[in-house]
């Protein structure tokens, strides 16, 4: 027969034993630590002193048409010059509204023809899309000239796809 402290201990080791299992068989946090959503890259430019050069727009208006969610909108968004736009899988046009300057400026029209691709992440990770961008249509109200540098939309950031001239 065992004495009381040695007792006491026995059973604070199996609570001690039961507790690291089951917690190690729980899991909270996100295995995937990989970016799996591809965003076009959007920088704008504006002429200044004989040369282009990156431009932050006064209060500006990125705006989807198509994308039902308002968590990927720039509404009102002050001394930005690069903006993440998210494409659907879906469909192989997006068409995205873009106003400068809120307060008085014209409103633009942009719209992205392209190509989607299933890529494998991993097993944690799953499928992203990666995109090919064919052809940008824009309107020229306030816009002068849109320009693709990187056909190539994938899951990596900061890679400049698409140039906006004002």
């Not at 059973?11 to 729980?26: E, I, K, Q, R």
């Not at 909108?73 to 993440?84: H, N, P, Q, R, T």
């Not at 469909?91 to 299933?118: G, M, N, P």
């Not at 824009?138 to 796809?161: F, L, M, P, W, Y």
Request: positive net charge; contains cysteine; proline residues 4%.
């Amino acid at each position: 027969m065992l004495n009381k402290p040695r007792q006491n201990k026995c059973w604070f080791f199996l609570a001690c034993v039961f507790t690291v299992l089951y917690s190690s068989c729980t899991s909270d946090r996100n295995p995937c630590l990989e970016p799996n959503i591809s965003k076009v890259q959007v920088s704008c430019y504006q002429f200044k002193s004989g040369e282009y050069s990156d431009t932050a727009l006064p209060n500006a208006i990125f705006a989807s048409l198509d994308i039902d969610s308002a968590r990927y909108w720039y509404w009102g968004v002050k001394a930005m010059s690069k903006f993440d736009l998210p494409l659907s899988p879906k469909k192989d046009t997006a068409r995205w509204i873009l106003q400068a300057d809120s307060a008085f400026s014209l409103i633009d029209t942009l719209t992205f023809v392209y190509e989607t691709k299933l890529k494998f992440i991993s097993n944690a990770c799953g499928y992203s899309h990666d995109y090919l961008i064919k052809q940008i249509i824009s309107t020229n109200r306030n816009i002068d000239s849109v320009r693709v540098s990187n056909h190539s939309v994938t899951t990596k950031a900061g890679i400049e796809n698409v140039k906006i001239y004002f």
